[in-house]
C-alpha cells in the first residue's frame, strides 16, 4: 500500500503535479514571517526586555514591540480570512488543509500507516499529493484551529483595549466570558503560542526530512508549487 | 407606599437647600460620568420617588464592602442612609439583634414586596447543608432565596458576591458560591472589587434609586460606568510601560522615579475597574499610584491565576498550584526539539542500516 | 448539667430559661449567642457560637509565601490590614528578612492609624447604641445639650444651632416612619440611663465619626494604595520614597500624613474621650461584665521602636501574661515554645487526631467538622438551642498554657499597667480619677470599652512620635523601604518555619507558617476574637465571652440590651475568630 488520498493522478506515473497554487504559497510564507513576528513580540510583551533609563518621553520600546505584534496579528488574520477564501475558488489541494476526511476508511489506514511508518515499524514509504493524513491532522489542529484561537483570544484582548462596544470587542468579547476571565484569555493565548510554536519546530524539521530523505519534493513544492517525485530510491 | 418621604422631601426637611440639591444632583451625574442633561432627571427622580428600602444581607466575607462603603465622599455615606435609602436591615450596622432584627426581614417581605433592593455582601457556602454560614440558626442560602423571591433588584457587592472571592478559591472547602449561580430569576447587578471604591458603590445605589433601574451593564453584568476600562488603558504610568521603563523590584531606582509596575505583578492589563480613574478614598490614591502592582481584585477568580509578582500567571487547569503558560509551553517546546532531534537521529541510523533501501515522505 | 463549677473557677447553670440572640448585630460576621437566666432574670449560663467558616487555613495550602498577605488580609475587612502585616511578618521571621527602618516606622503608622480608626468606629457605630437612646435624643434641649458639650471640651461644634439641626434632622428622619438601621431597636427601655442632652450629643457625633474615620484610613491610602486593604509586601513596604522626587512618596504626601495626625488627635482627644467620660459616669454602677478581665490577659507586644526587635523592652506597648489577676507579676510569652500556645477542637467543629490535646499552631491541623450534639433542639438546618456539651462553634479554642485568656485592648491596657508604662499608667489613673474609681472597677465591660477609648488616644499620639521619627530618618539620609536581598525562593531553605505577631485592635494575632520548598506547608492563625470567642476546651475552661456575660441581670429577658454590652465590648470579629 503506497497510496492514501484518492489522487486522480497516480503518483506511480512520476509526473509532476502543480499542487499549491500561487494564493497558497504566498499565504504559506506570509503566515510564516507574521507568525514568527507575533511569537517574538509576544514572547517580548509577556516577558519585557530589561528595563531602560531616560525620559519615557524619549522611548517607546514596548510600544513598538506591541505595535509589531498588532500589525503582524492583522497580516495573520486577514491572511487566514483570504487562505479560507482560496480553499472555496482553488484548487483541491487547497481545501485539504480545512477538511480532514475522517468519514473515508483509506484515509484511516493512511494515517496509522503514517504514524507506524514515523515509529520506524514500517520501511514502507508513504506517499501524498497534497499532504499526508498525519500532517493533515497536525495542521488541522494546531495550524487551522491554533490560528483561529490565536485571532479570537488576541482580538477579545485587543477589544478590551480599544474598549467596551468596539468592533473588536463586538465580534470577539464574547470569548472572554466565555474562559473565564480577561486574565485566563491572556494565559492561554500564550499558551496558545507555546503550541503552535511546538507544530512549526515539528512541520519544519518533517518538511526539511522529507526534502533529504523523501520519494517526493517537500521545501520547493511550498517555493514553487509543483509536487516533484523521485526515483524512489537515492 | 403613600406615607412615604420622597428624597428630595427627605433631604428638605435636613435642613438641605433647593440649590444644594441640585448641586448635589449635578455632582451625581458628574460621578456618574453623565452629562449636566441628567442632573435634572436625576432631580427629578429624588423629587417625586419615595425613599426606596434596602435590606443588606451578609453571607461569608470579610465586611470590607460595608467599609469600603461607609468611606464614600460624595455622597456621605451618612446621607446615603439616612436620606437616600431606607436602609433597613443591615446585620453590621443595626441598632436591634436576634429575633427583633430577623422581624424585619419579614415586616419588609410584607410591606414592600417585589419593591426593594437586596444588597448582598459575601456569599453563601453550599456545602454541609449551607451550614458552614449559619444565621438565625437556619443556613445563609436559605434566607437569601427567600429575600431574594421578594425582592426587586440584587447587588451583587464585591467580588465575593459577584465571584466568590477568597473563601472560593481553589480548594474552595464550602463551595461557596456567588450570588448568580444562586439565584436566577432577578436582576443581578455586579459591583466587584476586593473591595469595591466607596463612590463606585454609592454611584451605583445612587443610579437605582434616581432612576429606579439597573444601570447599563456589560456582558459580565457590572455597570458600565465603572467597569468598561481596564486599568491600564487609564494608568498614569502607561507612558512607562509604553517606553519599557520597568520597576524590576521593589524600592529599585525604577520604583523611586514611578515606573511601571508591569514585571512585579501588576494585573492592570487584565482587570476592569475604576481605580485609575476614579481612584480610592477620595480620589486620594490607588495600589498602583503607592507602589504595588494591581492585585487584579475586580476579576473573576484572582486568586487561583498565580503570583502576584509575575506577570505571566497560570492557566486555571493545572490542579497543582502554580504552573505558568511560559513554564508549560517552555516545557513542551523543548521537548518538541529534542524529539526532533533524537528522531533526525533515529532516522540516519535507520537510514544507514539499511541504505539500500529508501524512503520518503513530505509534510 | 444544671450546676457546674469550670476549672477556670466559673459557676455555670443551665437550668433556668433558655435565651437565644441570633444574630448578635453590629458586628463583624456571625455570631450566636444563648443564656440561661435564673428567676431574677441573672445570666446563669453562657454558649457562644461562632457561626461561619471560610477555610482560608486550607486555602492558603500550597501557594506562595509572598502571596499570602493578600489572602489572609481577607480575613477581615474591619480590622483591615492587621492579618497582612502578621503575614508578612512571619515570611520575613521563617526566611530570616529583616526590613529596613522605614518599613518598620510606616508600617507601626499603619497599624497605629487601623486602631485608632477601628476603635473609633466602634465606639460611635457599633457598641453607642448599647447605651445611647437615639429616640430620646429629640426630648434634648439643645441649649443644654451644647453646655454640656462646652463642659466636657473645647471641640468647637458645639453651639445650640447646631445641636438644634441635628436634632430637627433626626426628629423627621423619626417622623418619616422609616426607621432605616434604627428600626426594631430597645429604644426607651429602662436600660439606657442617659439623659436625653447626653443622647442628642452622642448621636451628633455618632455622625460626625462616620464622617472623620474616613480621614484617618487616608494614612493606608498613601503608603498602601487604598482602604480597605492596603497592599503590603514581604521585606518592607511596596511604597517607594524620594522626597524630591514625583513619582513616589514625597514632601506633599508626607504633609498630609502629618496633617492628618494632627486631626485624628484632636477628633479623638476633644470628642470621644469627652463623650467615654460622659457616658461612663451615668453607668458607674453597671459593673458587670468582669468575666476573665479580672483574670487571664494575655498581649504580645506591639509597636517595636527598632526594626527587627521584638523583645518586650523594644515595644512601644510591652506585653506579656498575667494570671490569676496577679498584677505584681507578667510572664514572658514565647509564641514559639510548643507548650504556650495551643488550640484545642473538643467543642469546635473541626477533628483532631486526639480532642484531648491540644496543638501548638505550627503542628495546627484545620479539618472541619459539623456536628451537633445529642442535646440540640431542632434540625441540623434549624437549629433552636445549641448543645454546649459537644462541639458548638466554628471558632477553636486557644489556650496559654493551658488557661483561656481574654486578649484585646483591655488586657494590653492591664499587662502594660503592671509592667509600669508611664504613659499608660498616668492614662488609667487618670480616668479613673476623674470617674472617681477604685482600678478594680476596669476588671468590667466598661473597663474594656473604657481602655478602648483610652488605647485610641494613645495611638493616635503614636502616630506622630513614629512619623517625627520616620522624617529623622529620611532627613539622615536612609530612604530605603524593602530589603529584597531574599525575594527570589532560590534563595530560601528547602524547610522553614516562621511565627508573626501583631497585636490587632481585637487583641493578640498571631500567624504561625511552614515553608517547604518555596510553598506554604502550613498556614496557622490563632485570631484576638478566637481567644476571646472560644468555646469551652476539654477541661471544661469557658472563655472570655461566655465567662463575661456570667452574673449579669437583665432587665427585660425578651430585650437582650445587657448581652450586646458585654459582647460588643469585646468589638467581636467573627470573620477573623474562624477565618
Ligand atoms: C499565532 C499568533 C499569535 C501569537 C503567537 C501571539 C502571542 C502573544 C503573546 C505571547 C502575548 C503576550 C501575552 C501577554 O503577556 O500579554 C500576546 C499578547 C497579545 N496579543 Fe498576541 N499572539 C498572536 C496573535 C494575536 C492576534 C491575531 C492578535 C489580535 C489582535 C493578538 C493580540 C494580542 C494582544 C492584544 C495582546 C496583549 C498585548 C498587551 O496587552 O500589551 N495576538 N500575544
Ligand atoms: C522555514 C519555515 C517553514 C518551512 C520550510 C515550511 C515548509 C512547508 C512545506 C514544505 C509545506 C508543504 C508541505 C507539503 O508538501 O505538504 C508547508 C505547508 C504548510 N505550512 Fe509550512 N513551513 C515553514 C513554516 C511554517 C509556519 C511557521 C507555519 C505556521 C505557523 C506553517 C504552516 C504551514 C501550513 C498551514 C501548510 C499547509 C499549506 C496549505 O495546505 O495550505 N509553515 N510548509
Ligand atoms: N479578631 C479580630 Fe480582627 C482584629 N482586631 C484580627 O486579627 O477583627 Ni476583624
Ligand atoms: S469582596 Fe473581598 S474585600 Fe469584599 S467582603 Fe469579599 S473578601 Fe472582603
Ligand atoms: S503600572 Fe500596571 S496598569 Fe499601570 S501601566 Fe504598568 S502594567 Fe499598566
Ligand atoms: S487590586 Fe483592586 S483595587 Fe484596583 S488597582 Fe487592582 S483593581
Ligand atoms: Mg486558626
Known amino acids: ?234 | 407606599m403613600g406615607d412615604q418621604q420622597t428624597f428630595y422631601e427627605a433631604m428638605r426637611e435636613h435642613g438641605i437647600t433647593r440649590r444644594s440639591f441640585l448641586k448635589f444632583c449635578s455632582l451625581t451625574a458628574a460621578g456618574l460620568g453623565m452629562g449636566p442633561e441628567f442632573a435634572g432627571k436625576i432631580a427629578h427622580a429624588l423629587e417625586t420617588k419615595p425613599r426606596t428600602p434596602v435590606i443588606w444581607l451578609h453571607g461569608l466575607e470579610c465586611t470590607c464592602c460595608s467599609e469600603s462603603f461607609i468611606r464614600s465622599g460624595h455622597p456621605l455615606a451618612a446621607d446615603v442612609i439616612l436620606s437616600m435609602i431606607s436602609l433597613d436591615y443591615d446585620d453590621t450596622l443595626m441598632a436591634a439583634a436576634g429575633y427583633q432584627a430577623e422581624e424585619i426581614l419579614e415586616q419588609t417581605v410584607q410591606k414592600y414586596d417585589g419593591n426593594f433592593i437586596l444588597a448582598c455582601e459575601g456569599n453563601p457556602p453550599l456545602n454541609e447543608d449551607g451550614m458552614y454560614c449559619i444565621q438565625g440558626g437556619k443556613p445563609y442560602i436559605e434566607k437569601l432565596r427567600y429575600m431574594a423571591s421578594h425582592c426587586k433588584a440584587i447587588i451583587a457587592w464585591g467580588s465575593c458576591a459577584s465571584w466568590g472571592c477568597v473563601q472560593a478559591a481553589r480548594p474552595n472547602p464550602t463551595r461557596a458560591t456567588p450570588i448568580h449561580k444562586v439565584i436566577h430569576d432577578k436582576p443581578i447587578v455586579k459591583v466587584p472589587g476586593c473591595p469595591p471604591i466607596a463612590e463606585v458603590m454609592t454611584g451605583v445605589i445612587t443610579y437605582m434609586v434616581a432612576f429606579g433601574e439597573l444601570p447599563e451593564l456589560d456582558r459580565q453584568g457590572r455597570p458600565k460606568m465603572f467597569y468598561s476600562q481596564r486599568l491600564h488603558d487609564k494608568c498614569y504610568r502607561r507612558p512607562h510601560f509604553d517606553a519599557g521603563q520597568f520597576v524590576e523590584r521593589f524600592d529599585d531606582e525604577g520604583a523611586r522615579k514611578g515606573y511601571c509596575l508591569y514585571k512585579v505583578g501588576c494585573k492592570g492589563p487584565t482587570t476592569h475597574n475604576a481605580c485609575s480613574t476614579v481612584e480610592w478614598n477620595g480620589g486620594l490614591s490607588w495600589p498602583v499610584k503607592s507602589g504595588h502592582g494591581c492585585l487584579g481584585c475586580a476579576e473573576d477568580n484572582f486568586w487561583d491565576r498565580g503570583s502576584f509578582y509575575s506577570a505571566v500567571t497560570n492557566l486555571g487547569v493545572t490542579g497543582g498550584v502554580e504552573a505558568t503558560a511560559d513554564d508549560i509551553g517552555e516545557v513542551l517546546a523543548g521537548a518538541a526539539a529534542i524529539g526532533v532531534a533524537a528522531h533526525a537521529a533515529a532516522s540516519v541510523v535507520s537510514h544507514m542500516k539499511d541504505g539500500s533501501k529508501g524512503d520518503s515522505s513530505h509534510d | 448539667m444544671t450546676k457546674q463549677v469550670t476549672p477556670n473557677g466559673f459557676t455555670l447553670d443551665d437550668s433556668g430559661q433558655r435565651v437565644v440572640v441570633d444574630p448578635i448585630c453590629r458586628i463583624e460576621g456571625h455570631l450566636r449567642i444563648e443564656v440561661n437566666l435564673d428567676e431574677n432574670n441573672v445570666i446563669r449560663n453562657a454558649v457562644s457560637t461562632g457561626a461561619m467558616w471560610r477555610g482560608l487555613e486550607v486555602i492558603l495550602k500550597g501557594r506562595d509565601p509572598r502571596d499570602a498577605w493578600a489572602f489572609t488580609e481577607r480575613i477581615c475587612g474591619v480590622c483591615t490590614g492587621v492579618h497582612a502585616l502578621t503575614s508578612v511578618r512571619a515570611v520575613e521571621d521563617a526566611l530570616g528578612i529583616d526590613i529596613p527602618a522605614n518599613a518598620n516606622s510606616i508600617r507601626n503608622l499603619m497599624l497605629l492609624a487601623q486602631h485608632t480608626q477601628d476603635h473609633l468606629v466602634h465606639f460611635y457605630h457599633l457598641h453607642a447604641l448599647d447605651w445611647v437612646d437615639v429616640v430620646s435624643a429629640l426630648k434634648a434641649d439643645p441649649r443644654a445639650t451644647s453646655e454640656l458639650q462646652r463642659s466636657i471640651s473645647n471641640w468647637p461644634k458645639s453651639s445650640p444651632g447646631y445641636f438644634r439641626d441635628v436634632q430637627a434632622r433626626l426628629k423627621r428622619f423619626v417622623e418619616s416612619g422609616q426607621l432605616g438601621p434604627f428600626s426594631n431597636a430597645y429604644w426607651g427601655s429602662a436600660a439606657y440611663r442617659l439623659p436625653p442632652e447626653a443622647n442628642l450629643m452622642a448621636v451628633t457625633h455618632y455622625l460626625e465619626a462616620l464622617d472623620f474615620q474616613r480621614e484617618i484610613v487616608k494614612i493606608h491610602t498613601i503608603f498602601g494604595g487604598r482602604n480597605p486593604h492596603p497592599n503590603w509586601v514581604v521585606g518592607g513596604v511596596p511604597c517607594s520614597i524620594d522626597v524630591n522626587g514625583d513619582g513616589s512618596i514625597n514632601m506633599e504626601w508626607l504633609n498630609l500624613v502629618s496633617s492628618i495626625i494632627d486631626q485624628s488627635i484632636t477628633f479623638i482627644d476633644q470628642v470621644y474621650i469627652p463623650d467615654l467620660k460622659a457616658i461612663a459616669s451615668f453607668y458607674k454602677d453597671w459593673t458587670y461584665g468582669g468575666g476573665l478581665s479580672g483574670k487571664n490577659l494575655l498581649s504580645y507586644g506591639e509597636y517595636p521602636d527598632h526594626p527587627n526587635d521584638w523583645s518586650q523592652a523594644n515595644m512601644l506597648q510591652p506585653g506579656g501574661a498575667i494570671l490569676d489577676g496577679d498584677l505584681s507579676k507578667v510572664h514572658e510569652v514565647d509564641v514559639r515554645d510548643p507548650e504556650q500556645v495551643q488550640e484545642f477542637v473538643a467543642h469546635s467543629w473541626y477533628s483532631y487526631p486526639d480532642e484531648k490535646q491540644g496543638l501548638h499552631p505550627w503542628d495546627g491541623i484545620t479539618e472541619p467538622h459539623f456536628e451537633l450534639g445529642p442535646n440540640f433542639k431542632g434540625t441540623k438546618t434549624n437549629i433552636e438551642q445549641i448543645d454546649e456539651g459537644a462541639k458548638y462553634s466554628f471558632i477553636k479554642a486557644p489556650r496559654w498554657r493551658g488557661h483561656a485568656m481574654e486578649v484585646g485592648p483591655l488586657a494590653r491596657y492591664v499587662v502594660a499597667y503592671a509592667r509600669g508604662h508611664e504613659e499608660i499608667r498616668d492614662q488609667v489613673d487618670g480616668l479613673l480619677h476623674d470617674l472617681g474609681l477604685p482600678l478594680p472597677a476596669i476588671f468590667s465591660t466598661l473597663g474594656r470599652t473604657a481602655a478602648r477609648g483610652l488605647e485610641c488616644s494613645f495611638t493616635a499620639h503614636k502616630m506622630r512620635y513614629v512619623f517625627d521619627q520616620l522624617m529623622a530618618n529620611l532627613k539622615a539620609g536612609d530612604t530605603a523601604t524593602a530589603n529584597m536581598d531574599k525575594w527570589e525562593p532560590d534563595t530560601w531553605p528547602a524547610q522553614t518555619r516562621g511565627v508573626g505577631h501583631v497585636e490587632a485592635p481585637r487583641g493578640a494575632l498571631g500567624h504561625w507558617i511552614h515553608i517547604k520548598d518555596g510553598k506554604l506547608e502550613n498556614y496557622q492563625a490563632v485570631v484576638p476574637t478566637t481567644w476571646n470567642a472560644s468555646p469551652r476546651d476539654p477541661a471544661g475552661n469557658i472563655g472570655a465571652y461566655e465567662a463575661a456575660l456570667l452574673g449579669t441581670p437583665m432587665v427585660d429577658a425578651e430585650q437582650p440590651v445587657e448581652i450586646l454590652r458585654t459582647i460588643h465590648s469585646f468589638d467581636p470579629c467573627l470573620a477573623c475568630s474562624t477565618h
Open chain 1, 1 to 234: 500500500m503506497n497510496s492514501t488520498a484518492a489522487a486522480p493522478h497516480d503518483p506511480a506515473s512520476r509526473e509532476p503535479v502543480y499542487v499549491f497554487e500561487v494564493p497558497v504559497r504566498v499565504w504559506h510564507w506570509l503566515h510564516t514571517f507574521s507568525f514568527l513576528a507575533l511569537a517574538v513580540s509576544g514572547y517580548l510583551i509577556a516577558n519585557p526586555l530589561p528595563s531602560i533609563g531616560g525620559e519615557a518621553s524619549d522611548h517607546f520600546l514596548m510600544g513598538n514591540i506591541r505595535l509589531v505584534h498588532f500589525i503582524a496579528a492583522y497580516v495573520f488574520a486577514i491572511g487566514f480570512a483570504v487562505r479560507i477564501y482560496w480553499a472555496l475558488v482553488g484548487n483541491r489541494y487547497a481545501r485539504e488543509l480545512f477538511i480532514l476526511p475522517i468519514w473515508r476508511g483509506d484515509w484511516w489506514c493512511g494515517l496509522l500507516h503514517e504514524i507506524r511508518f514515523y515509529l520506524f515499524l514500517s520501511k514502507d514509504t508513504p506517499v501524498s499529493l497534497g499532504h499526508n493524513p498525519l500532517a493533515q491532522v497536525a495542521m488541522f489542529l494546531f495550524n487551522v484551529l491554533g490560528t483561529l484561537f490565536m485571532i479570537g483570544t488576541g482580538f477579545a484582548l485587543y477589544g478590551q483595549a480599544l474598549g467596551i462596544g468596539s468592533w473588536a470587542d463586538r465580534l470577539f468579547g464574547w470569548i472572554i466570558p466565555l474562559i473565564g476571565s480577561e486574565a485566563l484569555v491572556r494565559n492561554w493565548h500564550i499558551m496558545g503560542m507555546w503550541l503552535m510554536l511546538v507544530f512549526v519546530i515539528i512541520h519544519i524539521y518533517m518538511a526539511v526530512r522529507a526534502d533529504i530523505m523523501g520519494r517526493t519534493s517537500s521545501v520547493s513544492t511550498i517555493i514553487g508549487g509543483w509536487r516533484l517525485f523521485r526515483n524512489g530510491r537515492r
